[in-house]
């Protein structure tokens, strides 16, 4: 069992900067693969970003190519998000999960999920 808690969101203004974080208990967390999937109301959760558990393979969705990066610390059991040149439309639920070893992309690959942070990109 991974149990998963995000933080670090909120309300930034558009060309701002966040980071979230994402905690994970237990002692395999280095046996996961993370990944970060976000929800706008009355939207599908879409993927974002994902990493190997070593770190060494990540994967971007074509949206946020080049703005957000995602990294682990697996000495901390924790997963980040640094996401910099924000826009209204990255508002929306971030989630972050835990699953198969490589970097998937499709969320049918991850077994735990956190509850969520929210990010506002508004003016």
């Known amino acids: 069992q991974v149990q998963l808690v995000e933080s670090g969101g909120g309300l930034v203004q558009p060309g701002g900067s966040l980071r979230l974080s994402c905690a994970a208990s237990?002692?395999?967390?280095?046996?996961?693969?993370m990944g970060w999937f976000r929800q706008a109301p009355e939207k599908e959760r879409e993927f974002v970003a994902a990493?190997?558990?070593?770190?060494?393979?990540?994967n971007y969705a074509d949206s946020i190519k080049g703005r957000f990066t995602i990294s682990r610390d697996n000495a901390k059991n924790t997963v980040y998000l640094q996401m910099n040149s924000l826009k209204p439309e990255d508002t929306a639920v971030y989630y972050c999960?835990?699953?198969?070893?490589?970097?998937?992309?499709?969320?049918?690959?991850?077994?735990?999920w956190g509850q969520g942070t929210q990010v506002t990109v508004s003016s």
């Open positions: 999960a835990a699953g198969s070893p490589v970097a998937p992309v499709r969320s049918s690959f991850y077994d735990y």
């Open positions: 237990g002692r395999t967390f280095s046996s996961y693969a």
């Open positions: 990493i190997s558990r070593r770190g060494s393979i990540t």
